[in-house]
Every structure is written in C-alpha cells, then in structure tokens.
C-alpha cells in the first residue's frame, strides 16, 4: 500500500564521517522501503537527538556501512506500508528505528514492524518524539536487566533505586516507571529541577552541586540502595559504587561501571551491567498505554526547526537540558 505524492527528494541532515562530530543540512533522494523486509515509509514530523550520539559512528562502527544521519527517535505518518502489516497508510505512529539503519532527521525514513508503535494521539508531536529511545532505555533497564522483576512485580515494593541525572531524557522515564513499579526512588539533578524530578516519583533528591553521592551515602546509615541506574557515567558512577549495598545492582547506559571503581571499593556481590537498548514494540505499547493513561508522561526541553539544527545540538551537548530537544521538520518549511 502506499500513498500518492510521494516526492524524490527531501531534506537530510549528514554526519560527514565516523570522525567528524559536525551535521551539514543536504539534499538526498528519498528511500524506498523494501516491503519484503518489512520495511514502512514514514513521513517524519518530529525527531530527537540523543546525547552522544555523533560519536556513536566512531566508537560503535554500524556493522555494515550506511549514510550517518542521526536521531532515532521519529514520529511520523506512514506513507507505504507492506500489506501484511498491522500499520496502515496514514497511520500516526512513532518509533527508536535500529542503528543498522540511517537514522530520522530527514523528511522521509524507514520503521519496521516490530519497531513501531501507534502514538499517543492525546500528545503533540514533539511529545511523541521525545519517548520512545528514553523510556524503552529506562524499561529495558529496570525491568529486563536487573532481575528484580517485571513491571507488574511485587518485588519492587520496599526496593531502593538511585537515578543519576534524573531530570535528563532517559532519568525522567527511570524515575517515573521505578516509582510506578512500587520502588522507593533517590534521584540526582541540579537544584533547579529538583521539584521537577519529585513531581515525577522520587521520594528524594540529591542537588549534585551541593552533595556528592559519596557523602550522601556516608551521612545516615540505611542511605544505601539496591539499584543504581546511571545516566551519566564519569565521577558520578563512579562515586555510585559507594551507594550500593552488597548484593546489589549496578547499571549504567553511559559507560561499563568497572571502567570507574574506585580502588578502594570493598563490596561484596555487586552485579555492574551496561547494555544499550533494542528498539522492541511490544515494550513500546506498554508504555504506551501508561502515558494514556495519564500514569507517565515524556518531557520535552525545547523545539527547533530542522534548519536550526546547530543550536539544537549545541542546547543537547551542554548537559543542561530538561527532558528531550525536539527537531520538527514541519516548521520553516
């Protein structure tokens, strides 16, 4: 199935090269989807970038050479679609499309099936864009790789979890689905989105600039956690290690945690983990279902037309941002 008007060119943001951190705005001819690979052509509305993510090409080489377009994250309407799918033409749906493939910020891209969700329809686009890659991360986290249990465990009541950089783009969902899960939640942030991050569940919150996790975990005994889920990596896993208690979990999205014990670490029985997330429908739907429900909810930073593309990744490597920074193509355009 497809829809008419498809044009043959459309605009393309390109990372040059696995070793430039730069994007250039260009022109490319628009793709077409390989209905034998499950392949949907999707008219993209709005993208987000994740942080890092231009040094992924260098440090995560694709395992078989693609055009370096960034941004994951899509929401969008699809244009073509195999018949066998489930996603119809006109369908609004939203996506983490899989790093084998170029990624979103682009007029046209690629979903498969077992990537795509339908969106949230009560949620502005930006919105959209902002959940999939953060919350399926937070998801696959507390619920696949931890072992504690799945969503709907009891196990989780009376569990202690710290979040580092809660009020970022993937601390925002750990919060909010650790709390939901039943878990008492500590999350980290500046001081000036620490009401922020205790609307979104945490029972308290550590302002970094003022309070170092080590000192923090020192200062009462009972302080320490059984899961630390860390979304920034550097001195702040590293001084996370001292927050565990024995027996507990250790995981980072940002780097593998041993990289930073500290020497002097004297736990016992501490499983560290890092993974990166895989794109998974089904969890996609649950989640989507929770933020219909009202039960969570994305966040967005900031806006951009695609054209500012500089100053949108400028906002996103500053540290500083609150929630997600959004490129929507259909403004300026």
């Given amino acids: 199935m497809a829809s008419t008007s498809i044009p043959t060119?459309?605009?393309a943001l390109i990372q040059p090269s696995a070793t430039e951190k730069h994007l250039i705005l260009t022109q490319r001819e628009v793709p077409a989807a390989n209905s034998k690979a499950d392949e949907h052509l999707i008219r993209v509305h709005t993208v987000a970038p994740c942080a890092g993510e231009l040094l992924w090409p260098k440090n995560f080489p694709p395992p078989k050479p693609r055009e370096l377009i960034p941004c994951p994250d899509v929401a969008g309407t699809i244009v073509t679609a195999p018949e066998s799918s489930p996603f119809q033409v006109g369908d609004e749906v939203y996506a983490r499309t899989n790093y084998l493939r170029p990624g979103c910020a682009r007029?046209?891209?690629?979903?498969v099936?077992?990537?795509?969700?339908?969106?949230?329809k009560h949620l502005s686009w930006a919105e959209c864009a902002a959940i999939p890659l953060s919350s399926q991360t937070a998801?696959?986290?507390?619920?696949?790789?931890?072992?504690?249990?799945?969503?709907?465990?009891?196990?989780?009541?009376?569990?202690?979890?710290?979040?580092?950089?809660?009020?970022?783009?993937?601390?925002?969902?750990?919060?909010?689905?650790?709390h939901l899960a039943g878990a008492t939640v500590i999350g980290t942030c500046g001081p000036e989105n620490i009401d922020l991050v205790k609307?979104?569940?945490?029972?308290?919150?550590?302002?970094?600039?003022?309070?170092?996790?080590?000192?923090?975990?020192?200062?009462?005994?009972?302080?320490?956690?059984?899961v630390v889920i860390d979304c920034i990596g550097r001195k702040s896993l590293e001084d996370a290690w001292c927050c565990i208690k024995d027996g507990g979990v250790l995981l980072s999205i940002f780097q593998p945690p041993k990289?930073?014990?500290?020497?002097e670490y004297r736990g016992k029985d501490i499983r560290d983990i890092f993974f990166v997330m895989s794109p998974n429908r089904s969890h996609l739907e649950e989640i989507t279902k929770l933020v219909e429900q009202g039960k969570c909810r994305p966040l967005v930073d900031?806006?951009?037309?695609?054209?500012?593309?500089?100053e949108a990744f400028k906002r996103l490597d500053s540290g500083h941002a609150r929630g997600k920074i959004i490129l929507d193509l259909s403004l300026n355009h």
């Fill in 9 to 11: 060119t459309m605009r």
């Fill in 107 to 111: 007029d046209y891209a690629i979903g």
């Fill in 113 to 120: 099936t077992d990537e795509l969700a339908h969106r949230p």
């Fill in 139 to 178: 998801w696959q986290a507390l619920f696949f790789h931890v072992g504690i249990g799945d969503f709907a465990s009891d196990a989780w009541k009376g569990k202690r979890v710290l979040v580092t950089a809660a009020s970022g783009g993937v601390g925002v969902w750990v919060t909010q689905l650790a």
């Fill in 199 to 226: 609307s979104l569940g945490a029972s308290e919150v550590i302002n970094y600039r003022t309070t170092d996790l080590r000192q923090w975990a020192q200062t009462t005994p009972g302080k320490k956690v059984d």
């Fill in 259 to 263: 990289q930073v014990q500290p020497d």
């Fill in 302 to 310: 900031s806006v951009w037309p695609l054209e500012q593309f500089g």
